[in-house]
């Protein structure tokens, strides 16, 4: 796909319309490199990715639930459920993760994580330009401290997205986009 035509039809296709195959070992390879070319003020390196697979996304499932049944004990049953079968829903995720210095004496924390979101957002365009579909997920598991020890990811650390990868069964319906004029302005000069 050329570059162009990737970026402006660019648009999410959701877990739901996901099936096999994902991407393979060096699919992937190339899915994480393109992701590591995101722009890092100061070489930081300010992400890192887990990839999860195939048994291990049942176990992901338990997690989730635990999560969930740590956070409210009267949990549904249906809510334990749709929490177990969450990463089931995809062939492959990815969690990005921020690994941010808050007191970097150059760098500031926010210009780190955006570059993990940059990188986040590269990774699901590399996998599209692949012919997969993606979509960038958070929720609640994003930020559950149960499922980020779970995950090995450390309390300063941060879930920036799940990045849920498959073969799309169906095209998404189409979203409305902005205009870029309805968000753009010229400055030619001091705002008076
Ligand atoms: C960091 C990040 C986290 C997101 N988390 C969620 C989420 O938890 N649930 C959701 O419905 N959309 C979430 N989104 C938005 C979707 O990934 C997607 O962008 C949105 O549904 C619009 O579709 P589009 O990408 O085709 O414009 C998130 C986006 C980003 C960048």
């Given amino acids: 796909m050329q570059a162009l035509d990737l970026l402006l039809?660019?648009?999410s296709v959701a877990p739901r319309l996901h099936a096999d195959p994902a991407p393979s070992d060096s699919e992937l390879e190339q899915i994480l490199s393109a992701a590591c070319r995101a722009p890092d003020h100061g070489r930081l390196r300010p992400w890192r990715f887990i990839v999860i697979r195939g048994d291990a996304r049942a176990k992901l499932g338990e997690v989730f639930a635990d999560a969930l049944k740590k956070r409210d004990p009267n949990a549904p049953q249906a809510a334990l459920e749709k929490e177990m079968n969450r990463p089931l829903r995809s062939p492959l995720i990815v969690a990005i993760i921020a690994t941010a210095q808050k007191d970097h004496?150059?760098?500031?924390?926010i210009e780190q994580i955006v570059s993990a979101g940059a990188a986040?957002?590269?990774?699901?365009l590399a996998a599209q330009a692949?012919?997969?579909?993606g979509m960038l997920l958070t929720g609640t598991n994003a930020y559950d401290?149960?499922?980020?020890?779970?995950?090995?990811i450390s309390a300063d650390e941060q879930v920036i997205s799940y990045a849920y990868l498959g073969t799309p069964t169906a095209a998404?319906?189409?979203?409305?986009r902005p205009a870029p004029a309805d968000l753009t302005r010229e400055?030619?000069?001091p705002v008076s």
């Avoid at 004496?105 to 924390?109: F, G, L, M, S």
């Fill in 105 to 109: 004496p150059k760098i500031p924390e």
């Fill in 172 to 176: 998404m319906p189409e979203a409305p």
């Fill in 9 to 11: 039809n660019r648009a």
């Fill in 120 to 124: 986040a957002h590269t990774m699901v």
């Fill in 145 to 152: 401290e149960t499922v980020k020890a779970a995950l090995g």
């Fill in 187 to 189: 400055w030619t000069g």
């Fill in 130 to 133: 692949m012919g997969y579909g």
